[in-house]
């Protein structure tokens, strides 16, 4: 059964001279923040890492969710945990196999989760999902923000739902990429209950009136019911 619509907000669109008052303005908005951790050779592009992470847990008391663009994520999790992460991410197409993965994750006390590419297909993922607390599917090509939403994801976030559902397993599902007032809707309509959203909270004038706004347009049904904020 689907959840709640649940926001996310991705850091990586933050301004980071500004972070702790960037985060402290949505702080009471959202279900957890976003953290993208890139290393420079899973993906091109090098974000923050530890000290952000635990600078920011000094500040906010909402769940970390680490998205891990990293090519040996493991090395990270008790660093991250200790940091003040809450749960990770780790790409399929890094760790073909995520149950090693998984099992230190859960031993270092975070929330698992794998993430595929657009390029990727579900049932890359479709095994592992029993070892998972969270499922990401990809809407944009890892490594930057602000790009356009890649439409033809939706299919794999429809089998995903379909398969969550049939097994009967807990786990939420996220997507990440593009995510908007013009593109959130088609995604919770595919089955997702946690969206990232970057440019559209922090690059707006109002980012409260922002994730206001988000959640509205992903589930009009459900405004100002479950999920839904002022």
């Not at 663009?69 to 945990?81: G, H, K, Q, V, Y």
């Not at 004038?205 to 589930?219: M, V, Y």
Request: charged share 25%; aromatic share 6%; net charge negative.
């Amino acid at each position: 059964m689907i959840k709640p619509v649940r926001i996310a907000a991705s850091i990586l669109a933050a301004d980071f001279a500004r972070l702790g008052e960037e985060v402290s303005r949505v702080e009471s908005h959202l279900d957890m923040l976003h953290i993208d951790v890139m290393d420079g050779h899973f993906v091109p592009n090098i974000s923050l890492g530890i000290p952000v992470i635990r600078s920011l847990r000094a500040v906010s008391g909402l769940p970390f969710d680490c998205h891990l663009m990293t090519a040996n994520p493991e090395a990270f999790l008790e660093d991250m945990r200790a940091a003040g992460a809450d749960s990770v991410t780790v790409h399929l197409e890094a760790v073909p196999d995520p149950a090693p993965a998984a099992r230190s994750a859960r031993e270092a006390g975070l929330g698992f989760g794998v993430v595929i590419n657009p390029g990727t297909s579900y049932e890359a993922m479709d095994p592992y999902l029993e070892l998972c607390d969270l499922v990401l599917v990809m809407s944009v090509e890892p490594g930057f923000g602000g790009q356009e939403f890649i439409s033809s994801v939706l299919g794999k976030v429809e089998a995903a739902r379909r398969a969550i559902d049939r097994r009967g397993l807990e786990c939420d599902l996220q997507i990440d990429g593009g995510i908007g007032p013009d593109t959130i809707g088609a995604a919770r309509r595919a089955g997702a209950d946690l969206f990232v959203a970057g440019t559209a909270v922090f690059r707006r004038p109002d980012p409260a009136a922002a994730i206001a706004h988000l959640r509205k347009a992903a589930a009009p049904e459900e405004w100002p019911g479950p999920g839904g904020r002022s």
